[in-house]
């Protein structure tokens, strides 16, 4: 006898086996004897549904552990959520370093929507959308802003310094408006005025006497600095400018206003001291994780 054509084999023995090891599958069910009788005349009585649900429950089974359609639902949902509350980069012009120029919250966040929010959803909402992005975000208290900020126009520039595996790096903070922006020291010294920013951080008080928050997000320029780096430097403005310590905020102010008594030292002391340093210094921090 001559073989069957090719394509009318492959498709015959690829039906068959699904249907003889869905079945052997089915026989294996604990539950199987329970429902033998309706499972076999179901096949007898309609042999093409009992065929579709079995490929049903192989597809089903084909899925990965964990799939859930309701688990993509809610991901459908808070993907929408993220495009009711945020409109990031709309309207919004890049200068020449990559830094978006003019960026204001209006650029990123509704803010009409989400007045009718408390501070604390606002809080969450802002904290949930930046968790996925890597770049460094915060919610700071109004009063503690409002320090920062008085201070800010008074100390409008002071030296940080970045930990690294051997020693410190210096970076030079300047306040424009509620921008600050960060370039390290060696770019102040060969360039001045023209040292391109390597990280700035957008302060928004926008929501500042309504909802008693003030909105924080950053850009950086990845060549020269990582997300620990900026988030080291944006832990410092706080340390410095937003202190109960006197003796802390005195040295933005000799710096500011009494340059030739200012000791670089003294800034590396004041990290020690307050542990930033030993915490923020790479390899150390991984280490107590």
């Not at 023209?194 to 990280?199: D, E, H, M, V």
């Amino acid at each position: 006898l001559a073989p069957p054509a090719r394509g009318v084999l492959g498709s015959a023995a690829g039906s068959g086996t699904a249907a003889g090891s869905g079945e052997a599958a089915l026989e294996e069910n604990p539950f199987y004897g329970k429902y033998r009788h309706k499972i076999q005349e179901l096949r007898r009585s309609n042999p093409d549904v009992f065929e579709s649900r079995m490929e049903k429950r192989s597809e089903v089974k084909k899925q990965p552990v964990g799939h859930s359609k309701q688990g993509e639902f809610i991901r459908c949902m808070e993907e929408k959520a993220r495009t009711i509350f945020f409109a990031e980069g709309l309207g919004s012009k890049t200068s020449k370093g990559g830094f978006t120029k003019d960026k204001t919250l209006d650029s990123i966040l509704n803010v009409e929507m989400v007045k009718e929010k408390s501070a604390e959803e606002i809080t969450q909402i802002w904290n949930q959308y930046f968790s996925a992005k890597d770049t460094v975000y915060a919610v700071i208290p109004a009063d503690k802003f409002d320090l920062m900020w008085k201070r800010a126009q008074k100390c409008p520039s002071f030296l940080y310094a970045l930990p690294r595996k051997e020693g410190y790096e210096f970076f030079v903070g300047q306040w424009s408006g509620t921008e600050l922006h960060f370039t390290s020291l060696i770019n102040v010294q060969t360039q001045g005025e023209t040292a391109p920013s390597q990280l700035v951080l957008y302060h928004y008080p926008d929501l500042q006497k309504e909802k008693g928050i003030v909105l924080m997000t950053a850009e950086m320029d990845s060549k020269f600095l990582v997300v620990h780096d900026a988030q080291c430097l944006a832990n410092q403005v706080q340390l410095f400018y937003a202190t109960d310590r006197s003796e802390t905020y005195a040295l933005v102010e000799t710096f500011n206003h009494r340059s030739s008594e200012f000791k670089y030292m003294a800034v590396i002391a004041e990290l020690e001291q307050s542990g930033l340093g030993r915490e923020l210094r790479p390899g150390q921090a991984s280490d107590k994780s």
